[in-house]
């Protein structure tokens, strides 16, 4: 099966200006999970969504990231205006949903490093 | 509140050593427990779990047990290789609800030959 697709896989932008990450979860996956790694840091979430609905969005910083996932299918990340600290990497995971055992692991895309200057 | 605790690296070790990954939670009920792992230059990927008490995960040669007296999910290997090199985390999702899964820090793993 394809894995979780992100990109642009890099991007160098200068503060205040804007970006955008695009993520396209494996198909069929019911949730699809936004985090935030700095480096030298543990993957922070962001944003979870089930299906097109958000479930958890209580560390989004929401005077200025934003992200949609129309249709319950692919998701966009929008930082608007970025700061220097918004440097990271943005990861996209999905999962399906809970399994036999009751785990809910999760399968990432590959990353989008972000650089603000 | 939900939080995972875990070794702080880097961990260096000679090829064939016995790893130790020390990771603690805390957590109510009964969370499900993972350790995921990022080789240089990939993205995160599972490397083990357990779902209950006394469950024990493993692959490639790593093991770890769900001690619920102890919230802890240590990860072992007996023999590192090179290719072990990488950063390991810890993770944890709690039972019931949307399962949102919280992850450590992060242990970077060098190994020597």
Redesign the interface.
């Given at each position: 099966e394809a894995g979780v697709a992100q990109s642009p896989r890099y991007k160098i932008i200068e503060k205040r200006q804007s970006v955008a990450f695009w993520c396209n979860p494996i198909s069929g996956h019911a949730t699809l999970y936004w985090y935030q790694q700095i480096l030298g840091q543990g993957p922070k979430l962001l944003i979870q969504f089930q299906n097109n609905g958000v479930v958890d969005d209580s560390q989004l910083p929401k005077d200025r990231f934003s992200a949609e996932r129309l249709k319950g299918v692919d998701s966009t990340l929008k930082i608007q205006p970025a700061k220097l600290e918004d440097s990271a990497v943005y990861l996209c995971a999905s999962s399906p949903r809970v399994q036999g055992d009751g785990a809910n692991v999760l399968t990432f895309g590959a990353g989008s490093r972000l650089t603000v200057l | 509140g939900n939080s995972v605790t875990?070794m702080e690296g880097p961990v260096t070790l000679s090829e064939e050593a016995f790893l130790t990954i020390n990771c603690t939670y805390t957590a109510t009920g009964y969370p499900?427990l993972?350790w995921?792992v990022q080789y240089p230059g990939?993205?995160?990927?599972?490397l083990l779990?357990a779902?209950?008490a006394d469950d024990k995960g493993s692959n490639k040669g790593f093991e770890a047990t769900y001690r619920k007296e102890t919230t802890s999910f240590h990860l072992e290997k007996g023999s590192v290789q090179v290719s072990d090199s990488a950063v390991y985390?810890c993770a944890f999702?709690p039972?019931g609800g949307?399962?949102?899964?919280?992850?450590?820090?992060?242990t970077k793993l060098q190994v020597i030959p």
């Open positions: - | 875990q499900s993972f995921y990939e993205g995160l990927q599972l779990k779902t209950k985390f999702s039972s949307y399962q949102k899964v919280t992850f450590g820090i992060g």
